[in-house]
């Protein structure tokens, strides 16, 4: 995740820890200690002065990370699927002003193929509720609002 023009992110699966790099200089700034399987999703219009969060989801939980002094908050208790972990969560920016910061989260949960995960989301995006699916896939609809 590219979080300025010197600056990178990412989790190494390795250490098991959410990495920040200076790309220019060469050199680690943070390593902050993960759980297991963790993944970063940067918040849908990120910018690392104005809006310099991301969500962090691991094997049990989901978190808010602040990028720019690193502290993080659990934000809900989760569980990763099986399959691409980048596409068990989807955030949406849903406040229109510039100061309020709303978001609304789609957690996958749990689901049988990644067919019945498309529809499942495909269906909760852009039907009403009273059409609810009947796909297995179990995927929370969240809404936060950020400080």
Same mark, same amino acid.
Do not use: G
């Given at each position: 995740m590219l979080l300025n023009s010197t600056t990178i992110a990412y989790t190494d699966q390795n250490d098991q820890c959410l990495k920040i790099l200076d790309i220019e200089k060469r050199e680690q700034l943070y390593s902050i =200690?993960?759980?297991q399987e963790s993944h970063i999703f940067a918040v849908q219009e990120f910018d690392?002065?104005?809006n310099p969060f991301a969500f962090v989801k691991d094997e049990e939980k989901i978190s808010l990370i602040n990028m720019r002094n690193c =502290? $993080?908050?659990k934000v809900i208790d989760s569980k990763y699927g099986e399959w691409d972990k980048q596409g068990s969560l989807i955030n949406i920016r849903i406040s229109k002003e510039q100061t309020e910061q709303t978001y609304r989260l789609f957690d996958v949960? !749990?689901?049988d193929t990644f067919g019945q995960i498309v529809d499942k989301l495909v269906k909760k995006l852009f039907i009403t509720q009273k059409d609810k699916?009947?796909?297995s896939a =179990? $995927? !929370?609809e969240i809404t936060i609002k950020l400080p």
């Open positions: =200690k993960l759980s690392y002065e104005m =502290k $993080i908050v949960q !749990r689901y699916c009947n796909a =179990k $995927i !929370r």
